[in-house]
């Protein structure tokens, strides 16, 4: 029987920070998986470090099942996104090693293509209308079929969810960066923000949106039915997720298509937005949410109640959860698009990575498991450096949500 005999948790800095396992087996066999939770980086690699790796060594590789059971319900505690990563970098490594000793492709491993390519969505910004107008066009022409769209509301000094270069990374700082928020010029400004978005350029293509748990359900329900004639693809995170029964009273007032998830981390944070029906896709990420094994239980109770998927994508998902995202989305039946956001040239590097991008669409490369190689040389170039998210502050000085 083959064995596991290392396990090693990689940080490297190409960019922005990210954490990859890399799982080794007697028959010199590698297999690798994403680890990386934005601004908690080390937080991961001491639970793979510390916690998991010594479980990990003598295993066998094949008993992926087994081995996420044993991490999830073999520990005291369950759950959590620190936990959850740090299960999600194992299954996925161990899904990269199964392929390779098949010879096959994640997907054909997860059943094979339902469909030939993924539709993905793309992040469009502006610091105001008129530039977030020129991006979206910029988006349009590199082929993408749906488009995120986000300004910086005007007055506020903070440009939240708004690209300052090339490359989206509101993880910027390294202490967080404090910026304010103001409900009500957000809730102005947004309605006539994106009706620009559809004026100029129409409704043959997916317009999203997203509202990053700002509102409370009432200001919700309310945008939500403002959106109504403007056919978003969704309204994103509208409220705070934690209470997912208040998903109901947005629900229940308005029909723009809802997307949570991306902050969740199991099926049972899940479990009454999906069975009760009160969103349309859900966002769980490979990475957050206990890597294949799990999500693909997430993706098939959401299909027995008719909601689809949509994968957090942005780039703190690193080119290995990105891969891994996208062997899965080809197979699930019930798939609804997938986030996409471009990596910066050394990620690349670091991550030599199949997967490519073609008129909106990504699809994967047909090498055995994920398609994705570690570069250890190219990484050391990048040592890891601390990066917080910002926190908004309302203008009378208490925090808000993110
Ligand atoms: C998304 C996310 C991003 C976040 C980032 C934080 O929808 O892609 O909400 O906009 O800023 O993922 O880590
Ligand atoms: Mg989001």
């Given at each position: 029987m083959s064995t596991i005999t290392n396990a090693e948790v990689l940080l490297t800095s190409p960019g922005r920070n990210y954490v990859t396992?890399?799982?080794?087996?007697?028959?010199?066999?590698?297999?690798?998986?994403?680890?990386?939770l934005n601004g908690r980086e080390l937080a991961v690699a001491s639970y793979l470090r510390d916690h998991v790796a010594p479980l990990l060594i003598g295993r066998d590789p094949a008993r992926i099942e087994d081995t996420w059971q044993y991490l999830y319900r073999g520990a005291y505690w369950r759950r959590g996104p620190v936990t959850m990563t740090a299960v999600a970098a194992v299954d996925v490594a161990l899904w990269d090693i199964k392929g390779k000793v098949a010879g096959l492709p994640l997907v054909d491993l997860l059943g094979g293509r339902s469909r030939e390519q993924v539709m993905v969505y793309g992040h469009a910004s502006g610091s105001d209308v008129p530039s977030l107008l020129e991006d979206v066009a910029r988006f349009q022409a590199k082929g993408?079929?749906?488009i995120r769209a986000q300004a910086?509301?005007?007055?506020?000094?903070?440009?939240?969810?708004?690209?300052?270069?090339?490359?989206?990374?509101?993880?910027?700082?390294?202490?967080?960066?404090?910026?304010p928020w103001d409900t009500r010029a957000y809730?102005?400004?947004?309605?006539?923000c994106l009706r620009a978005v559809r004026e100029e350029f129409g409704f043959d293509f997916h317009l999203l949106h997203d509202v990053h748990h700002r509102l409370t359900p009432t200001e919700a329900a309310r945008l939500g039915k403002q959106f109504e004639e403007l056919d978003l693809f969704w309204m994103e995170d509208p409220t705070p997720v934690e209470d997912q029964s208040s998903f109901?009273?947005?629900?229940?007032?308005t029909t723009t298509p809802l997307a949570v998830g991306e902050v969740l981390s199991s099926i049972w944070d899940v479990q009454q937005?999906?069975?009760?029906?009160?969103?349309?896709?859900?966002?769980?990420?490979?990475?957050?949410?206990?890597g294949i094994t799990h999500l693909r239980r997430i993706f098939d109770l959401a299909a027995l109640h008719q909601v689809?998927?949509?994968?957090?994508?942005?780039?703190?998902l690193s080119p290995v959860s990105l891969a891994a995202a996208v062997h899965l989305d080809?197979?699930?039946?019930?798939?609804?698009?997938?986030?996409?956001?471009?990596?910066?040239?050394?990620t690349t590097e670091v991550f030599r990575t199949g997967t490519t991008f073609t008129r909106g669409s990504l699809d994967v490369s047909a090498a055995p498991g994920l398609g994705v190689e570690y570069d250890d040389e190219v990484a050391a170039k990048f040592p890891y450096e601390p990066r917080y998210l910002p926190v908004a502050r309302r203008l009378d000085g208490s925090v808000h949500d993110w």
């Open positions: 396992l890399r799982i080794t087996t007697s028959d010199g066999v590698t297999g690798i998986g994403d680890a990386t993408y079929q749906a910086a509301v005007p007055g506020l000094a903070g440009s939240y969810g708004v690209r300052k270069g090339e490359i989206y990374e509101p993880a910027a700082t390294s202490l967080p960066d404090e910026q809730l102005r400004f947004a309605p006539d109901r009273f947005i629900r229940q007032h937005l999906i069975t009760e029906r009160l969103i349309d896709y859900v966002r769980t990420s490979v990475v957050h949410a206990g689809r998927t949509g994968s957090h994508g942005a780039t703190d080809l197979t699930v039946p019930n798939f609804g698009i997938q986030e996409y956001m471009e990596f910066a040239p050394e």
